[in-house]
């Protein structure tokens, strides 16, 4: 037969065990205490991780004019906020169109970077599509379609006694949509062009862009100049 010893009486005054073994390890268990408020308070903060979309992007640097192949496009994953309206999911789509803007490796493909049925057709209301013929038909040479521009009216001046050119610059940073080369071959807008004809291009502008160059053409001689981005 098994014997237990009574419990000792507790002293007068004198705290009971638990919470002198409680003082005696408080701070561990201060520690453990605060450890877990941190957590509690960083997981009901941190906010849920965002939602994924897959984006076509270049695979390659892609220089304006690039007629689109398989081999230029891969696909990404980015958070849903972060992804364009204008953006695409199916390489497939884009195969075979033109680059209108100058594209680095990595960056998003969208739907106003790539020539369209519809020349304007990304750029936003308020944008018409206005052919210009140019003085010097060297220009074709270096623009492509996405080239930012600033197109300059030349005259000479009618004042006696006075001698050369005055220039101004009638539409800043307007963007290339085709030129006499890009559309040769392609029955566009300026596939018409024949041998001997003034170089054309189209640009992007807007109404009253469109009209100040308009305005110039009569009687100045109407040439562009290539704008950083």
């Not at 290339?176 to 029955?187: D, E, H, K, P």
Request: glycine share 10%.
């Amino acid at each position: 037969m098994r014997f237990t010893s009574p419990a000792s009486p507790p002293v007068p005054g004198r705290p009971p065990l638990w919470r002198r073994r409680l003082h005696r390890h408080r701070r561990p268990v201060l520690a453990l205490l605060a450890g877990l408020l941190v957590w509690s308070l960083t997981s009901a903060l941190r906010p849920a991780p965002p939602q994924l979309m897959t984006v076509v992007v270049a695979a390659r640097d892609l220089a304006p004019g690039t007629t689109i192949t398989s081999g230029d496009l891969v696909t990404t994953s980015v958070p849903a906020p972060l992804r364009a309206g204008d953006a695409s999911a199916d390489p497939a789509t884009m195969v075979g169109r033109r680059v209108v803007v100058p594209l680095l490796a990595g960056d998003p493909v969208l739907a106003r970077h790539l020539l369209t049925a519809s020349l304007l057709e990304g750029y936003g209301p308020g944008t018409v599509a206005t052919p210009l013929r140019l003085a010097d038909e060297s220009a074709l040479a270096v623009l492509r379609p996405g080239d930012l521009v600033d197109v300059i009216a030349a005259s000479a001046l009618g004042s006696a006694g006075s001698s050369g050119d005055r220039a101004a610059v009638v539409a800043a940073r307007v963007r290339v949509l085709l030129t006499g080369t890009t559309a040769s071959g392609g029955g566009g807008m300026l596939s018409a062009q024949t041998s001997g004809a003034p170089p054309s291009v189209v640009l992007a502008t807007t109404s009253a862009q469109a009209l100040e160059i308009a305005r110039a053409a009569v009687g100045s001689r109407l040439s562009v100049v290539l704008r950083a981005e």
